[in-house]
């Protein structure tokens, strides 16, 4: 097969970023600002030694970063003092456009990372950070740039290789290859780290569970084009081995998200009304017991929205983003 | 709630510590006048960042580049590598002199574990394997580098940073030893840094031989009856009746088994083994004769269980000179003074020793406090200022 996806063309290695003279020189030149959001939960175990390397590194040896922000979900170990310890912003997802409400997920604190937050750009380790932010500050049409790495697993007899995230591998791909071909060629879809433009993320919805990665990816496709995608290899990220029940879930949110966008560009049309509870069977004592969850398909909409964000970013303000882990 | 309340305490009871330490830290500054405060996070960001890179590997490359992308993201130009794998940063005095005052640490970390040694951070703890170690003394060069690249400090000698290995010690010949044999400088001390403790003062450091044991016995089904005794018994055999040696002077000799390693896992018999010893003692030539009585009795033993054995010696370091480290001595202790630091005596082995042999003024200084356990491993973060502060008094005492 001769035809090769066009975000084949935007793929970079992290290195090609690694100068930071460089980068500071092309930030200057765009006037960009550029923040970086953690969302946590109960993460105080890593998130001290994040905040501390890049806030040495890319905030105060070289000044590429302009904020680091800490949106929290609710933790209860000491994740809010650790983070704020080592200079972070840190905010409680909870206190962020209060009238709002608010959801439990990593996509809600996303969401409203872009409320808190001041500056363009973001994501985590220094070469995350230079790695994804480079291909925004260098090329003006790339709105949008996702992490891809290799993937040991964290386990108990050390540290492991594995192949491509298996969600992606045996759902997104699949899909991808039915639906969206020009999106197959995106090595990590479901990769957490990324960076954005603002006026670029701003205007698409998020869904605050699990479907936030490819909800974005298909709106930035029909919104912007393929071209505004940019993916980079960051050459590897030790993850923990996540239990096939808890991938199971996943998907069930993937999936949901994913028929969502095919409802709303008018690609397919679902007959039935899909159910809310993911269902898995547990053996027990010679016979199987039922454990549905409820995986929420809440979608927060376009933040560009909400009236508090409108006034607080003015059109003319409008070039940023953040997300991260 | 519980769980709440508790975790409000620990963050109270945190806030008042690092409130206690930034008092401390003010006073230290004006005391000392350098503000080293915005260099500290850089400190404990290098640290774990070199901290993670894979050791020991060959040259240490990855280690390696590292330390020289960093020295040119600072700008520093004068930088020499040579083929051992040393890495040489002349920083120029104030003024013209041929003298000059090295600094050194180790890149090498023979503990380095992929999953142990990624580190974690509290508000005052950074936890990992070999955070103790040379990854703070690396740390601390590269961020002095900076320092005086900032223009914040200058000294009357020419000032050294090496970044070396001391594998093979006093054996084959570390990069260390090569570094030493070539240079041409005149100089007038040299120091070594590492991590933990902070206050320990190496006035007459014992010297120290490692001893690698490698056993291998015959092969067998774990039920065969009249087999070869196991890797394992041989090595413990061997523990066991070096223990039981009297040395002509016990206070001043010591045996330790740092490590004993046997066995394919579970399931398998263990037919080969390895065993790494430490010998210690206050005087080079009784280091020599200890070691002696080693060879000889594990030969003895390796004999008598029919075991094949081979002895190899990985390190020597020789015992320090405690009348030319009199003067760090003498200074070092006067830091800890002004910095309000608890100085005590330390003899554990010393690498600067190496240099005492030939004729250097050298003294080892770490920087912060911590522990190292078989479990844990860490350095405390408050302490790390006075302990920075410490390297650039010394300096101006002896520089």
């Given at each position: 097969?001769?035809?090769?996806?066009?975000?084949?063309?935007?793929?970079?290695?992290?290195?090609?970023?690694?100068?930071?003279?460089?980068?500071?020189?092309?930030?200057?030149?765009?006037?960009?600002?550029?923040?970086?959001?953690?969302?946590?939960?109960?993460?105080?175990?890593?998130?001290?030694k994040?905040?501390?390397?890049?806030?040495?590194?890319?905030?105060?040896?070289?000044?590429?970063?302009?904020?680091?922000?800490?949106?929290?979900?609710?933790?209860?170990?000491?994740?809010?003092?650790?983070?704020?310890?080592?200079?972070?912003?840190?905010?409680?997802?909870?206190?962020?456009?209060?009238?709002?409400?608010?959801?439990?997920?990593?996509?809600?604190?996303?969401?409203?990372?872009?409320?808190?937050?001041?500056?363009?750009?973001?994501?985590?380790?220094?070469?995350?950070?230079?790695?994804?932010?480079?291909?925004?500050?260098?090329?003006?049409?790339?709105?949008?740039?996702?992490?891809?790495?290799?993937?040991?697993?964290?386990?108990?007899?050390?540290?492991?290789?594995?192949?491509?995230?298996?969600?992606?591998?045996?759902?997104?791909?699949?899909?991808?290859?039915?639906?969206?071909?020009?999106?197959?060629?995106?090595?990590?879809?479901?990769?957490?780290?990324?960076?954005?433009?603002?006026?670029?993320?701003?205007?698409?919805?998020?869904?605050?569970?699990?479907?936030?990665?490819?909800?974005?990816?298909?709106?930035?496709?029909?919104?912007?084009?393929?071209?505004?995608?940019?993916?980079?290899?960051?050459?590897?990220?030790?993850?923990?081995?996540?239990?096939?029940?808890?991938?199971?879930?996943?998907?069930?949110?993937?999936?949901?998200?994913?028929?969502?966008?095919?409802?709303?560009?008018?690609?397919?049309?679902?007959?039935?009304?899909?159910?809310?509870?993911?269902?898995?069977?547990?053996?027990?004592?010679?016979?199987?017991?039922?454990?549905?969850?409820?995986?929420?398909?809440?979608?927060?909409?376009?933040?560009?929205?909400?009236?508090?964000?409108?006034?607080?970013?003015?059109?003319?303000?409008?070039?940023?983003?953040?997300?991260?882990? | 709630?519980?769980?709440?309340?508790?975790?409000?305490?620990?963050?109270?009871?945190?806030?008042?510590?690092?409130?206690?330490?930034?008092?401390?830290?003010?006073?230290?500054?004006?005391?000392?006048?350098?503000?080293?405060?915005?260099?500290?996070?850089?400190?404990i960001s290098d640290a774990i960042q070199f901290n993670e890179i894979p050791s020991?590997?060959?040259?240490?490359?990855?280690r390696?580049?590292f330390?020289?992308?960093?020295?040119?993201?600072?700008?520093?130009?004068?930088?020499?590598?040579?083929?051992?794998?040393?890495?040489?940063?002349?920083?120029?005095?104030?003024?013209?002199?041929?003298?000059?005052?090295?600094?050194?640490?180790?890149v090498?970390n023979?503990d380095y574990s992929?999953?142990e040694s990624l580190v974690?951070?509290?508000?005052?703890?950074a936890s990992g394997k070999g955070m103790t170690g040379n990854s703070l003394?690396v740390a601390?060069?590269?961020?002095?580098?900076?320092?005086?690249?900032?223009?914040?400090?200058?000294?009357?000698?020419?000032?050294?940073?090496?970044?070396?290995?001391?594998?093979?010690?006093?054996?084959?010949?570390?990069?260390?030893?090569?570094?030493?044999?070539?240079?041409?400088?005149?100089?007038?001390?040299?120091?070594?840094?590492?991590g933990?403790?902070?206050?320990?003062?190496?006035?007459?450091?014992?010297?120290?031989?490692?001893?690698?044991?490698?056993?291998?016995?015959?092969?067998?089904?774990?039920?065969?009856?009249?087999?070869?005794?196991?890797?394992?018994?041989?090595?413990?055999?061997?523990?066991?009746?070096?223990?039981?040696?009297?040395?002509?002077?016990?206070?001043?000799?010591?045996?330790?088994?740092?490590?004993?390693?046997?066995?394919?896992?579970?399931?398998?018999?263990?037919?080969?083994?390895?065993?790494?010893?430490?010998?210690?003692?206050?005087?080079?030539?009784?280091?020599?004769?200890?070691?002696?009585?080693?060879?000889?009795?594990?030969?003895?033993?390796?004999?008598?269980?029919?075991?094949?054995?081979?002895?190899?010696?990985?390190?020597?370091?020789?015992?320090?000179?405690?009348?030319?480290?009199?003067?760090?001595?003498?200074?070092?202790?006067?830091?800890?003074?002004?910095?309000?630091?608890?100085?005590?005596?330390?003899?554990?082995?010393?690498?600067?020793?190496?240099?005492?042999?030939?004729?250097?003024?050298?003294?080892?200084?770490?920087?912060?406090?911590?522990?190292?356990?078989?479990?844990?491993e860490?350095i405390?973060?408050?302490?790390?200022?006075?302990?920075?502060?410490?390297?650039?008094?010394?300096?101006?005492?002896?520089?």
């Amino acid at each position: 097969m001769s035809w090769k996806p066009a975000v084949l063309r935007n793929t970079f290695h992290h290195s090609r970023y690694a100068d930071p003279r460089r980068l500071l020189e092309l930030k200057r030149r765009s006037g960009l600002s550029i923040s970086l959001a953690f969302p946590t939960l109960n993460e105080g175990e890593t998130i001290g030694k994040e905040i501390l390397v890049l806030k040495a590194e890319l905030m105060e040896r070289f000044p590429l970063v302009d904020e680091i922000a800490v949106i929290d979900s609710g933790s209860t170990d000491e994740t809010r003092t650790i983070a704020g310890r080592f200079g972070a912003r840190v905010f409680s997802s909870r206190d962020i456009l209060k009238a709002y409400g608010s959801y439990r997920g990593k996509g809600e604190n996303l969401w409203k990372s872009l409320f808190v937050l001041k500056g363009d750009i973001s994501n985590i380790g220094p070469k995350f950070v230079y790695g994804l932010v480079g291909p925004l500050l260098e090329r003006g049409e790339i709105g949008y740039v996702k992490a891809f790495y290799e993937r040991p697993l964290r386990s108990v007899s050390g540290i492991t290789p594995s192949g491509e995230g298996r969600v992606t591998e045996i759902l997104v791909r699949p899909l991808f290859s039915l639906f969206y071909p020009e999106l197959s060629g995106l090595i990590q879809p479901l990769s957490g780290e990324y960076a954005g433009r603002r006026r670029l993320v701003e205007r698409l919805p998020f869904s605050v569970g699990y479907g936030v990665e490819i909800g974005h990816l298909i709106d930035i496709f029909h919104q912007h084009g393929i071209d505004s995608i940019a993916q980079v290899d960051l050459d590897r990220r030790v993850h923990r081995n996540q239990p096939v029940a808890a991938l199971s879930r996943m998907a069930f949110g993937i999936l949901n998200t994913f028929l969502n966008r095919l409802e709303r560009y008018g690609e397919a049309h679902v007959l039935r009304r899909l159910a809310a509870e993911h269902i898995a069977l547990a053996a027990r004592g010679g016979g199987f017991m039922v454990q549905a969850t409820a995986v929420p398909a809440n979608e927060r909409p376009p933040m560009i929205d909400i009236p508090e964000y409108a006034a607080r970013f003015p059109p003319e303000s409008l070039t940023a983003y953040v997300p991260a882990t | 709630m519980r769980g709440k309340l508790v975790v409000r305490f620990a963050g109270i009871a945190s806030a008042v510590r690092r409130f206690l330490a930034r008092r401390r830290s003010s006073r230290v500054r004006r005391r000392t006048g350098h503000h080293v405060e915005q260099y500290i996070n850089r400190l404990i960001s290098d640290a774990i960042q070199f901290n993670e890179i894979p050791s020991p590997t060959p040259r240490e490359e990855q280690r390696a580049a590292f330390i020289t992308r960093r020295l040119s993201e600072l700008g520093v130009s004068n930088v020499n590598e040579d083929k051992e794998g040393n890495i040489l940063v002349q920083l120029p005095a104030a003024g013209p002199t041929q003298e000059s005052v090295l600094l050194f640490a180790t890149v090498e970390n023979e503990d380095y574990s992929p999953l142990e040694s990624l580190v974690r951070l509290s508000s005052e703890r950074a936890s990992g394997k070999g955070m103790t170690g040379n990854s703070l003394g690396v740390a601390a060069l590269l961020v002095l580098a900076e320092y005086m690249q900032s223009g914040a400090a200058a000294f009357e000698c020419n000032v050294g940073l090496l970044f070396t290995c001391l594998k093979g010690a006093g054996v084959t010949g570390s990069a260390l030893e090569r570094y030493l044999d070539r240079r041409t400088d005149d100089l007038r001390a040299a120091f070594y840094l590492t991590g933990t403790p902070l206050g320990a003062v190496a006035r007459d450091p014992v010297g120290t031989c490692r001893l690698a044991i490698t056993v291998r016995t015959r092969d067998r089904e774990l039920f065969a009856s009249g087999g070869a005794s196991s890797a394992v018994s041989v090595l413990s055999s061997i523990a066991h009746q070096l223990g039981g040696i009297r040395w002509d002077a016990a206070d001043n000799t010591f045996l330790n088994v740092a490590r004993l390693e046997a066995g394919a896992g579970y399931g398998n018999f263990a037919a080969e083994g390895v065993m790494e010893l430490e010998i210690f003692a206050r005087d080079t030539g009784r280091l020599e004769t200890s070691r002696d009585a080693v060879l000889a009795t594990t030969r003895s033993i390796a004999r008598q269980t029919g075991a094949s054995i081979h002895i190899e010696t990985t390190g020597l370091i020789p015992a320090g000179d405690a009348e030319l480290r009199r003067p760090l001595v003498e200074a070092l202790r006067g830091v800890h003074g002004r910095l309000g630091i608890r100085s005590r005596p330390a003899s554990r082995p010393d690498p600067t020793a190496l240099l005492n042999a030939r004729g250097i003024p050298a003294l080892s200084i770490a920087l912060t406090t911590g522990r190292k356990t078989f479990r844990e491993e860490y350095i405390d973060l408050p302490p790390l200022e006075s302990g920075f502060q410490q390297l650039l008094l010394l300096l101006e005492a002896v520089a």
